[in-house]
């Protein structure tokens, strides 16, 4: 089992930057690949990035490309999300996991709560 636990959110203006963290406890946390997703208000879960296990390798999804930031420190057993530049459409509760490098939330095994993202214009 992994326990995922996220924070960070909050309410920010357009324009500016919010860091979410994500930190993890129980299996070997180095072991599992890493992914941001949201949940804007009445619609579906959506992938955000992901990182691998080793945090070399990233993937974004179109909209944040250049604006948002994953990475890692499998020596504090945690994740981030940097996010940067930030419009009122990233408004979503955001979501870490653990499990494989994919875009679907069904490659991963592990979820957190989830922090709540608003953006104001």
């Known amino acids: 089992q992994v326990q995922l636990v996220e924070s960070g959110g909050g309410l920010v203006q357009a324009g500016g930057s919010l860091r979410l963290s994500c930190a993890a406890s129980?299996?070997?946390?180095?072991?599992?690949?890493m992914g941001w997703f949201r949940q804007p208000p009445g619609k579906e879960r959506e992938f955000v990035a992901t990182i691998s296990s080793s945090g070399i390798f990233t993937d974004y999804t179109y909209s944040v490309k250049g604006r948002f930031t994953i990475s890692r420190d499998n020596a504090k057993n945690t994740v981030y999300l940097q996010m940067n530049s930030l419009k009122p459409e990233d408004t979503a509760v955001y979501y870490c996991?653990?499990?494989?490098?994919?875009?679907?939330?069904?490659?991963?095994?592990?979820w957190g709560q989830g922090t709540q993202v608003t953006i104001s214009s």
């Open positions: 129980g299996r070997t946390f180095s072991n599992y690949h």
């Open positions: 996991a653990a499990g494989d490098s994919a875009r679907t939330p069904g490659a991963y095994s592990y």
